[in-house]
């Protein structure tokens, strides 16, 4: 059974978006997300949000990011910021969702979507976050693309999957070379499903967002 991988490094994977940078080979036929990473940011930001969104402008990628705000980032938040928010206005520009990469200023993301009230689905990807932030982003309408990561604590992970809804839902290895299926297995256990229904359900939520 082909399970989609909501987001990989892994530029051989066949069904699932794989996040690239500006500059990197493209190959038809496979979907793709591009952007910034928080750890690459830096002064000289513009030529790369331009290769971006020339990506996006030829439709050759189905998402943006991952982009966001990391403590580890060479620069501060306040440049992290700007630089995010130019992220969302290709985003909100190409009708594309933006994916997320997320540390610790989640009170600052979730301000900005406020503000901004972007018609575009935000995914914060690889979340492995305290319950209560987890509570926080879903009354804001994030959706969430969680890894195997999150079966380090399988107790936090049970809870994990207690708060985020189906609707809200998606899976990812990452930059792992992991097989995706054990993390199906358990999402699709906590929701009392057959992995087969799970898969049927993030299908519909991909379709929803046009991938």
């Avoid at 910034?36 to 030529?47: A, C, G, I, T």
């Avoid at 992290?80 to 540390?103: A, M």
């Avoid at 809804?165 to 995706?180: A, Q």
Wanted: with cysteine.
């Amino acid at each position: 059974m082909e399970l989609f991988n909501f987001h990989t490094h892994n530029k051989s994977e066949n069904y699932g978006i794989i996040n690239i940078f500006p500059g990197d080979e493209i190959i038809a036929g496979k979907r793709y997300s591009c952007g910034l990473h928080p750890w690459n940011y830096s002064e000289n930001y513009d030529k790369d949000l331009s290769k971006i969104e020339v990506l996006a402008k030829e439709k050759k990628l189905v998402a943006i990011g991952e982009t966001g705000f990391d403590p580890k980032s060479p620069v501060d938040i306040e440049l992290q910021t700007k630089i995010f928010l130019r992220h969302v206005e290709i985003s909100e520009k190409y009708n594309l969702p933006l994916i997320i990469h997320c540390v610790k200023f989640y009170n600052q993301l979730i301000k900005i979507k406020s503000q901004l009230k972007p018609e575009n689905v935000w995914i914060i990807h690889g979340f492995n976050g305290k319950i209560t932030i987890a509570k926080e982003l879903v009354k804001n309408e994030f959706c969430f693309s969680i890894s195997e990561t999150v079966l380090q604590n399988i107790e936090k992970a049970e809870n994990l999957f207690k708060i985020i809804p189906t609707e809200n839902l998606f899976l990812e290895t990452d930059d792992k070379n992991s097989d995706i299926e054990s993390i199906y297995n358990f999402a699709a256990k906590q929701f009392s499903m057959s992995l087969s229904d799970l898969k049927k359900y993030v299908e519909i939520n991909l379709k929803i967002m046009g991938i």
